[in-house]
């Protein structure tokens, strides 16, 4: 689990207008089952767009040292 990802991919997708629950060990997305496919299709872009976003993010980060 890498929480800090999770927390920005959320943050992420919020900011693009996806809400979803972070708050436990995965990302939950819960898309109405009625909603047209071309819908769910940008909702799933979105959320792609937001995982890249929050990569990108911590790849600035410095790694810290294991020993």
Request: proline share 7%.
């Amino acid at each position: 689990r890498h929480p800090e990802l999770q927390e920005r991919v959320a943050g992420e997708a919020l900011a693009r207008g996806i809400l979803a629950d972070s708050s436990t060990t995965s990302y939950n997305i819960q898309p109405s089952l009625v909603m047209p496919p071309d819908d769910l299709r940008r909702g799933l872009a979105i959320v792609g767009e937001a995982v890249d976003a929050a990569v990108a993010e911590l790849a600035r980060w410095p790694v810290a040292a294991t020993s």
